[in-house]
């Protein structure tokens, strides 16, 4: 039995499932990892994997970045928790909204979920109104109004739909098609008098990848600004990640409120959302909306943020279209695998991010994306972990390139997708 085979089994006994979050438990049993460097985790067996997961895409710049640890040993000797404004966060606040199109006033928080909570009541706050519209498999953090057909981990466990949420806190939740234009107009006219805001992920990056079809952002867009509705875009995962300032950057659609997290935290806690410094300006002290934590701004975290956005910002011309061009080359390769193979499954891709579905039809939505074979995609998981290469453990999760992957990263990791993926076939 291998260490981490025996501590999965005594962890069972004491944390629900083995794990302390439902996406990392896998079967047989997932590697626990003892450290990490550049690209690569290493378990308590010594086996060493090439990392797609990343944190669940929190590590642009992969692990252990020393430009980030550097700076971070040097705040800890300074102090870890002050309870007291300080000027490093001023000096975030104003990177953020130089970075973020639709930022005018930001408030850090530590996770993504608090993110989306505060400003779905921000929005609330600001509107006078109840109503909230997400889309299907679009996941916003563990908290009641948005656990409702979620995706990632909530997809993968079987409960889009959490038990312990009452109906009354989810009854204010609509939940449309994503991509499905048409349904939305529908939707948003029904219920024009009580809507508070739309709350969706530009690029759905929880039931695998799924790409906003043309057109369909600038339609939220155009649809929420003509009711009066609040647009969140949801951006903790494609922040600093589709290009510096997200996917508002990408797709040139400016959303009313934004959520950041991952990788503005450089592996530390930290989140935000920002937007319209009218709505903003709701929160307490400045206003009536409530929003409060002994974390927010913690000084660590804050150090850690600052390292890796100045790093990005000071790098921009250059590092998205690099990291492109590394997604493409695995893509490319994948699909070269697949044609050989005669193997008719889908790729989206998109900036550094992938994922490949066990399904022959195009996936651009939840009721596509669940056609998608999970137990194949395993099978495939388990090839590639025996081979080194450590996928997100789940079809309904994305993968994550870095800075640190490197070219022979990438051929191994193709190689190992072309062994896998043969062995899959007979
Ligand atoms: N929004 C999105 C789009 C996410 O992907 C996640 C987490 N995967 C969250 C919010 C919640 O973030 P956290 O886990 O930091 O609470």
């Keep these: 039995m291998s260490r981490s085979e025996k501590l999965f089994e005594k962890a069972k006994e004491i944390i629900p499932g083995g794990v302390n979050s439902p996406v990392r438990a896998f079967r047989p049993y997932p590697f ?15 086996n060493e994997y090439i990392d797609y997961c990343m944190a669940y895409g929190a590590l642009i710049l992969g692990h252990v970045p020393r430009v980030i640890v550097d700076a971070v040993k040097e705040q800890l000797e300074k102090g870890t928790l002050f309870g007291t404004p300080t000027e490093s966060e001023l000096e975030l606040a104003e990177l953020i909204c130089d970075i973020v199109p639709s930022a005018e006033m930001v408030r850090l928080v530590s996770t993504g979920a608090e993110a989306t909570m505060s400003a779905i009541r921000t929005a609330r706050g600001y509107t006078g109104k109840k109503k909230i519209i997400k889309f299907e498999g679009c996941y916003h953090g563990a908290h009641d109004c948005v656990l409702v057909k979620a995706g990632s981990g909530a997809t993968t466990f079987g409960v889009p739909d959490s038990l312990g949420v009452p109906e009354e806190a989810s009854k204010n939740t609509i939940v449309v098609p994503y991509n499905d234009a048409e349904r939305f107009e529908d939707v948003m006219k029904e219920n024009k008098e009580s809507l508070a805001a739309v709350i969706v992920e530009p ?56 959520t950041l997290g991952k990788i503005m935290g450089g592996g530390f806690p930290m989140a935000a959302f920002c937007g319209k410094e009218e709505i903003m300006k709701m929160i307490v002290p400045s206003g009536k909306v409530y929003q409060a934590g002994t974390y927010n701004g913690n000084p660590v975290s804050v150090t850690a943020s600052l390292r890796v956005l100045s790093f990005l910002l000071e790098r921009r011309e250059s590092f998205y279209s690099e990291m492109e061009e590394k997604c493409g080359q695995i893509v490319k390769s994948l699909r070269r695998i697949l ?8 790729i989206n891709h998109i900036a550094s991010m992938f994922q490949l579905f066990f399904t022959d039809q195009r996936v651009c939505d939840y009721a596509s994306a669940m056609k998608a074979d999970n137990s194949r995609y395993m099978e495939v998981h388990r090839r590639l972990l025996e081979q080194g290469i450590f996928l997100p453990p789940s079809q309904y999760e994305t993968c994550f390139l870095s800075l640190a992957h490197t070219s022979d990263d990438i051929d191994k990791t193709v190689k190992g997708f072309e062994t896998a993926l043969r062995r899959l076939q007979h």
């Design 203 to 258: 690029v759905l990056g929880n039931i695998g990848l799924v790409l906003p079809k043309q057109g369909f952002l600038k339609t939220l867009r155009e649809l929420t600004e003509e009711y009066g509705v609040v647009l969140i875009f949801d951006e903790v995962i494609t922040g600093f990640r589709l290009a510096l300032g997200g996917a508002q950057e990408y797709y040139g659609v400016k959303p009313d409120m934004t």
């Design 32 to 46: 626990f990892t003892k450290y990490a460097k550049n690209s690569r985790l290493v378990d308590v067996d010594g």
């Design 339 to 346: 044609d050989e193979l005669g193997l008719g499954l889908q």
